[in-house]
């Protein structure tokens, strides 16, 4: 460095050393917080002198060294990467004291958009997730899920306990095209798979069996591909798969399944039977004609599998632009 640079160097590490000193002091009231302005302020500082190269940051964490490891090289460089990436506001209300640093850079990069980063951060937040956590929901493509299924839609029936069970759409990253070529691979595949299945329908249910048996008093034998109990509601879930596009006889099939399990299982401490038809896809007019003329509290839910997810979101949101 020449001699006006190097006094402007100083200038700089003065600066830095001073931020350091005042806010360590904050960090025995706000550890997390403070640690977290630090670090962006300094992104600040460093990002005003980008035109020095990476020898002015390896200088900077040499010079550091005294206020501990994290001041290093590497680590100098994710400030000033956060401090590009995030405003003020957005790193004092929105990240600073509510997440860990490494977690923030995670999401920093792997994120696609600010928008992406920002929902990341804010659910990360409202919901506690630990790092690895935060890591899995990026491997669920999370974000993008929230985007195209933010709430159930059309073709859940409009009942209150149907609406708060079921969603539109689900998305399933343990299944792909090689054991969904068939309704027997399909729901065989669900069901070896059956606590992470659990895990997306939601909270509350327990697997009662699969190609659950039913007999009538006339001595007839029927399979239900899955039978669920829901252990806060008190009631029965039946769920048939269908491995292609919803057809109105489908819910002719359902519909007779939840009543017999109304029939021949419910006793005096259950609710009524519900029933869930998953298939691969269907259209509003068809499920929602068919769906409001029925009284069973039943509904039509659509399953994807993890690999389409980019296809299928790419048509969703050019179809609402």
């Not at 964490?61 to 956060?82: P, R, W």
């Not at 990240?95 to 804010?122: A, C, D, F």
């Not at 935060?134 to 709430?151: M, S």
């Not at 034998?221 to 669920?228: C, F, R, S, T, V």
């Amino acid at each position: 460095m020449n001699d006006v640079i190097n006094s402007d160097y100083i200038d700089d590490l003065n600066k830095i050393k001073e931020t350091i000193r005042q806010n360590q002091n904050k960090a025995m009231v706000i550890v997390n917080s403070a640690m977290i302005m630090t670090y962006y302020e300094i992104g600040v500082i460093i990002n005003k002198r980008k035109t020095w190269g990476s020898k002015y940051v390896e200088k900077l964490s040499e010079d550091l060294k005294e206020y501990g490891k994290g001041y290093s090289y590497s680590n100098l460089k994710y400030m000033a990467q956060v401090a590009e990436k995030f405003n003020y506001y957005e790193i004092s209300h929105q990240v600073g004291g509510q997440i860990p640093w490494r977690t923030i850079i995670e999401i920093m990069h792997k994120s696609k958009s600010h928008e992406e980063m920002l929902w990341y951060i804010n659910n990360t937040h409202k919901y506690c997730w630990s790092r690895a956590q935060v890591l899995q929901k990026f491997k669920e493509k999370a974000y993008e899920r929230n985007l195209i299924e933010p709430d159930t839609s059309m073709l859940v029936k409009k009942d209150d306990s149907i609406k708060e069970l079921f969603k539109d759409n689900y998305f399933f990253d343990f299944l792909n095209k090689d054991n969904t070529k068939t309704e027997k691979s399909t729901k065989n595949a669900l069901i070896d798979n059956v606590i992470k299945f659990i895990h997306e329908l939601g909270l509350g249910f327990t697997v009662v069996d699969k190609e659950y048996k039913i007999t009538t008093p006339d001595n007839k034998n029927y399979y239900i591909d899955l039978l669920l109990y829901h252990i806060k509601l008190h009631l029965y879930v039946v769920i048939e798969i269908k491995n292609r596009s919803f057809r109105p006889q489908d819910l002719g099939q359902l519909l007779f399944y939840v009543g017999a399990i109304d029939e021949l299982e419910k006793t005096i401490g259950d609710n009524e039977t519900i029933g869930l038809l998953l298939c691969k896809d269907s259209d509003t007019f068809t499920a929602k004609t068919t769906l409001d003329r029925i009284n069973a509290k039943v509904g039509i839910s659509k399953y994807k599998i993890l690999e389409e997810l980019p296809e299928y979101l790419e048509k969703r949101l050019n179809n609402n632009v």
